[in-house]
């Protein structure tokens, strides 16, 4: 590798100046052998200060991915280029700039920050007493030349030593620069209780001496010295007020600046009107970031429909899920000003690796680079369908505090939890393109994904709204008996993204009016026990671009659960409507997690399962039977066998999947008989659509991006011409709508496989 990994930062912001670059690139297998140092060089051939981190590895202990961390200074709206190389391991390095911010645990706080800044994170309760965080755990989580990483943990305490649940406090500071970010956590591990309330929470910041001037960013805003408080209030997405002095406005920009007799400090936070409410609020002292803020009962009354946003709200209170967690950016620096640390903290700086090399890795199966003729046609339609996503979601506001980083509507009235990975897809999208605006947006999903909707801790009053609440009303006991609840459980798409915030007969009701099937017994989404919708490729990647330890313990939470259930043998996979389902997706996230260090209890569960679904298959067909509840038949006397389209499109890309890692080639046979069969019975040439089952009476399916990447896969792997030219066919009309909107997840899926299996030559069958 003599000419290095190529890397661009590319600052997509109006902030300038020189800036951290922290982000996690993908290396070819032997590229960066085992032991190598490394080096970052600038466009002119020079090293500069940098550190790196390998956070994966190929099976021959060659770098996988790598974690960067430097310094670079591109113009708003341009790119600047940088190489990664292996260097002799005598090479000079450059020295690096003092990282001279200190950070100690504090008596009377949280934490301290330099000499002048006490933080402290502070709840109140419901009855309005007052608990503050209190660190039990105090270590320097990365110690580099460029960045160090200080962890703070403990929980919340009140006056009397009580607890209530948990915090971790990530504090970033950074070399050549006066930049510190710090990342609050919360997790709602309670001892009792399903729901939690709190009037607020809050990040204070005391400055030493006081202040002497405040600036709040916004137009109009607000500049002076508080008499008392001052207080801005982003209420929703498109309203704020400023408390005492009557100001109103729509999006405020999310920063404050404040002198001190000591300095100046600006402040901002990361994406503030998004994940509103949000405040912020100066006082003699210092100033309080408000992550949940304080409000009136009624302040949200007019953000409707109420099964949209009022799980979050009761009176004058926030309610929050046991098992939960959240997560916050917050941005200070002694040097900018506001408005640049807004644009900065907005979209920070990250390396990414060029489109070309980065594919050609294989870290991201089986697509191409955009940019070429070949993937012209593509390109224009991945592109407009991103675009349709992003404003899909502002269109509709899908924003709040517990919202930011999903999508509304599923069924009309309940959260989708990323159905069908849309992490995943956005990243697939900034791998081959390069785009950072797919990259943030990633960002988000990827850790509202980790965050709200995975369960991090149970309780005995979780566990009895589960088993007594929830499952009464539909859940088979062959499944609740035999699937202990625990960390690691991943809700699919309900209202509040994970119930507990209503009576489960109220969401019945509320089914029933908007989503009506025979019987009146809708399947209401709010137990956890649904691992058809077990997505974990998103997370993973978000993993390895940004280096996040949250994410990775998230993960590591999800993996022990699911191998358990696998290695208990209890949990009944087979049978139901969803079976395909509740083996596929199971397959893929298994090996998305051996992926993460190659652990093989992940790629043996994979394969019990996999054993599993190959004694399912029909052995004269190829495919798979339909099960009751899915893949119903329309005709008179004798039935349709075949199931669903894309549930069968679930179970072959699973079994390409782990065939991909695992080298079992067991698997081969079975999957091309089980597209053939597909094609066979589901795939109609003259409509050029699939069938939704193998009744023709039932309908056809619109693009469903499991069924592209079955046939992708399939082309992939035996270059049949019958399957390539299905799959050419149904990608004209894939190609005729790039509208996907809030379905970006479902409908882009597989997309990016599919047009890179077609611009390759015709391989030879298997």
């Known amino acids: 590798m003599s000419s290095g990994i190529p890397i661009r930062v590319s600052n997509i912001s109006r902030a300038s100046g020189m800036r951290p670059v922290t982000g996690g690139v993908p290396v070819r297998r032997g590229d960066i052998p085992a032991g190598s140092k490394l080096a970052i060089f600038d466009q002119a051939g020079r090293s500069i200060p940098a550190q790196v981190q390998i956070t994966g590895k190929w099976p021959d202990g060659s770098a996988r991915w790598v974690l960067l961390d430097f310094l670079a200074d591109p113009p708003p709206g341009e790119t600047q280029s940088f190489t990664l190389c292996p260097i002799d391991s005598v090479a000079q390095e450059p020295s690096a700039p003092s990282i001279d911010t200190t950070v100690q645990p504090g008596a009377d706080c949280t934490a301290r920050i330099g000499q002048d800044l006490r933080l402290t994170l502070r709840a109140v309760d419901a009855a309005g007493q007052i608990w503050r965080g209190t660190t039990s755990d105090f270590e320097v989580e990365v110690d580099g030349p460029v960045r160090r990483t200080y962890a703070v943990s403990g ?121 509103w409410p949000k405040s912020l609020e100066a006082y003699e002292e210092g100033v309080s970031v408000g992550l949940l803020p304080r409000f009136q009962q009624g302040a949200f009354d007019h953000m409707q429909p109420w099964y949209k946003h009022d799980y979050l709200f009761e009176g004058d209170c926030y309610r929050l899920r046991t098992g939960q967690a959240r997560r916050w950016q917050v941005w200070l620096d002694t040097e900018c000003s506001g408005v640049e640390l807004a644009e900065h903290a907005n979209a920070p700086l990250v390396p990414s690796a060029d489109p070309v090399y980065a594919v050609s890795t294989g870290v991201w199966g089986p697509i191409a680079p955009a940019g070429s003729a070949a993937q012209e046609a593509y390109d224009e339609w991945s592109t407009k369908a991103f675009e349709s996503y992003l404003d899909a979601v502002e269109s509709s506001r899908d924003y709040g505090a517990m919202n930011w980083g999903d999508w509304f509507g599923e069924r009309k009235c309940n959260w989708a939890n990323n159905e069908y990975d849309t992490a995943r897809q956005l990243y697939i999208h900034y791998a081959r393109t390069g785009n950072v605006a797919a990259y943030h947006r990633a960002f988000v999903t990827a850790r509202h994904t980790s965050e709200v909707d995975t369960i991090h801790h149970v309780n005995e009053d979780l566990k009895a709204y589960f088993l007594d609440e929830v499952c009464r009303y539909y859940t088979n006991r062959g499944i609740r008996d035999n699937y202990p609840i625990r960390p690691g459980m991943v809700h699919a798409h309900c209202v509040g993204h994970v119930g507990g915030f209503h009576p489960v007969e109220k969401i019945r009701e509320l089914y029933c009016e908007l989503n009506p099937v025979p019987g009146g017994n809708p399947y209401l989404c709010l137990d956890p026990y649904n691992i058809s919708h077990l997505f974990t490729q998103g997370m993973v990647y978000h993993y390895f671009v940004t280096g996040d330890p949250w994410v990775r313990l998230t993960l590591d939470k999800i993996g022990d659960n699911l191998a358990k259930l696998v290695e208990d043998g209890k949990f009944p996979f087979a049978g139901r409507g969803c079976e395909a389902r509740e083996y596929g997706w199971p397959i893929i996230a298994l090996c998305a997690l051996y992926e993460l260090d190659w652990e093989p209890r992940y790629i043996m569960a994979a394969r019990t399962l996999v054993d599993q679904v190959l004694a399912l298959q029909d052995p004269a067909r190829g495919g798979w039977l339909r099960r009751p509840g899915y893949a119903t038949c329309n005709c008179e006397g004798e039935k349709h066998e075949g199931e669903a389209t894309f549930l069968s499109a679930i179970r072959i890309n699973a079994l390409c999947r782990y065939y991909r890692l695992s080298g079992d080639d067991r698997v081969l046979k079975p999957v091309r008989r089980a597209v053939d069969d597909l094609i066979e019975d589901r795939w109609d040439d003259e409509k050029c659509a699939w069938q939704y089952t193998g009744c023709p009476k039932v309908g056809h399916h619109g693009h469903f991006g499991v069924i592209t990447m079955a046939l992708a896969n399939a082309v992939d792997l035996f270059g049949d011409p019958n399957h390539k030219r299905v799959l050419e066919k149904s990608w004209q009309r894939i190609l005729e709508n790039s509208n996907l909107g809030k379905g970006y997840g479902p409908h882009a899926y597989g997309t990016a496989e599919a047009a890179a299996v077609m611009e390759v030559p015709q391989r030879p069958t298997c």
């Open 155 to 275: 929980s919340m305490s009140n006056h009397a030593g009580r607890r209530w649940f948990s915090f971790r406090i990530w504090i970033h500071v950074f070399a050549g620069t006066r930049k510190v970010m710090i990342e609050p956590l919360i997790v709602m591990d309670a001892e009792s209780g399903v729901v939690q309330r709190l009037k607020e929470l809050a990040l204070d910041m005391v400055l030493q001496g006081g202040l002497s001037k405040v600036a709040i960013g916004s137009a109009p805003g607000f500049v002076g010295l508080p008499a008392g408080q001052v207080r801005l209030l982003q209420v929703d997405d498109l309203h704020y007020t400023i408390d005492n002095i009557g100001v109103r406005g729509t999006k405020a920009p999310g920063w404050m600046e404040v002198e001190y007799p000591h300095g100046r400090v600006a402040l901002a936070l990361r994406d503030f009107r998004q994940q």
